[in-house]
Each structure stands twice: as structure tokens, then as C-alpha cells.
């Protein structure tokens, strides 16, 4: 079973910045396309950012250039750069995986979340 568990939430001020991390329990971790979405109280749950296993990258419109995903194979580790923060970004974010060279669509595999909260 792939176990993802996200870590580097916190509280944060308006304009600070934060990487989140998440760790990947699978021997195949190259093979996963990996994202980042989130959730705020009373909301949906919006797509943030994902990396593919071909390291292509994809992003949220709302981002705009202020969050950069990236991928460490060796460490099965992806990781979501996140700078010039907003109180609009303050959620539980969430790490997801699904397999990458058969093209699913749906993310199969999601983590626990971690909260991020930015004061004004």
C-alpha cells in the first residue's frame, strides 16, 4: 500500500514563505505522477500544483508564478515551494499520486494533510 505523509504546514505571516514536503512509501516512486491540492474551511478542494513522472509541471491559475513543485526521486519526496503567501492561501494542503505511465486520471493516493495558515 503507498503511504504519503506530508510535513512543513504551519503559521505564517502575509508575504512569508513555506515548503511543504511529501514522503512516498513505494519502491516505484519515479513511476507516480505527483500533486499538491488543498481545502479551506468551507470550500472545495482545488487543485494547487502537480509534477509528472516525465517531470512535467502543471499549476493552479491562482498561483501565478508564487508556488514552484518539484520532485526528488532518490528521496521519494515531492516538494511544494511556496512564496509571497496570502491569507486566501491559509488551508489544509494535500499530497496525492496516481501511476503516470498508464495516464489515469484519478488521483489514487492522498495523505494525510498538512495545515497552512497565513495571518494578515
Known amino acids: 500500500q503507498v503511504q504519503l505523509v506530508e510535513s512543513g504546514g504551519g503559521l505564517v505571516q502575509a508575504g512569508d514563505s513555506l515548503r511543504l514536503s511529501c514522503v512516498v512509501s513505494?519502491?516505484?516512486?519515479?513511476?507516480?505522477?505527483m500533486g499538491w491540492f488543498r481545502q479551506a474551511p468551507g470550500k472545495e478542494r482545488e487543485f494547487v500544483a502537480s509534477?509528472?513522472?516525465?517531470?512535467?509541471?502543471y499549476y493552479g491559475d491562482f498561483v501565478k508564478g508564487r508556488f514552484t513543485i518539484s520532485r526528488d526521486n532518490p528521496q521519494n519526496t515531492v516538494y511544494l515551494q511556496m512564496n509571497s503567501l496570502k491569507p486566501e492561501d491559509t488551508a489544509v494542503y494535500y499530497c496525492?499520486?496516481?501511476?503516470?505511465?498508464?495516464?489515469?486520471?484519478?488521483?489514487?493516493?492522498w495523505g494525510q494533510g498538512t495545515q497552512v495558515t497565513v495571518s494578515s
Open positions: 513505494t519502491d516505484t516512486f519515479s513511476r507516480y505522477d
Open positions: 496525492a499520486a496516481k501511476d503516470g505511465p498508464t495516464g489515469v486520471i484519478k488521483w489514487d493516493y
Open positions: 509534477i509528472r513522472w516525465s517531470r512535467y509541471t
